[in-house]
């Protein structure tokens, strides 16, 4: 399992659902299993990244643009931008565009994603410009708020995680095939959970924990396992994740 140092406590990530003493995630530190429910995610506004890729993006004027392709996040597992493949109007051919998180609107209701694009500012929303990715426009700007703790690492494509093997602890400290994940929960405009689709012997479903990326614990961009810090014993403590319980109409 990869090691990740930090400088200061990394992010202190709140995450719902956790009763107040277990409300932030810091270097190293475990939620456990029993403190970690759905409650928050369920009660409202909550969404499912898996279920916004795809989604038809749309103009403020109502033109069809095209549909969300990533979503991208900073270290601190914030929501920096989406990313967008448009096509087929202003003359244009296939085109991806990024936008800023805070410019964009989601009608989970109606699996719409509206963005503030014309054909005359089309040119101001390039992919890498706003991604926040390395050298990027955003590049510099991805840890506001952050009480300046100093966060080594760099914004990530949703697509990085998704897919990727989930492992959990084994005794004698060699990891155990799990499953994969298959979706992150986002509420406050960041990851809550991390959805992972069970399958072997551990049983079948989807369970969604606390997100570990950038922490002693879990994972990075570029490896290939997302690592629980949990045994098989503590995994299902919890139940399935029922996505039709969540209120805002993203399930």
Known sequence: MKTLTTTALACALTLPGVAAAQTQVDKGEIIPMAGWTYENIYAGGGWSVDRLIGTRVRSAGGEDLGE??????????????????????????????GVPWDEVTVDHAEDV?????TEDTVSDYDAFEVSGLPGSRL????????????????????????GDYARLRGTDGVPLDYGYVSDMLIRDGRIAATVVDVSGGFGTGNYAYPHYGYYKYGWAPGDQYYDLPYGPGEVHEIDPFNYDQMRDGSS
């Open 68 to 97: 969300v392709e990533d979503v991208i996040f900073g270290p601190d597992a914030r929501v920096i931008s989406i990313i967008a493949e448009i096509g087929g109007v202003w003359d244009l051919g296939d085109h991806h565009v």
């Open 113 to 117: 994603v509206t963005v503030p694009i």
């Open 139 to 162: 590049g510099d700007a991805i840890q506001p708020g952050l009480d300046d703790a100093e966060i080594e690492g760099r914004a990530w494509r949703a697509t990085e995680l998704v």
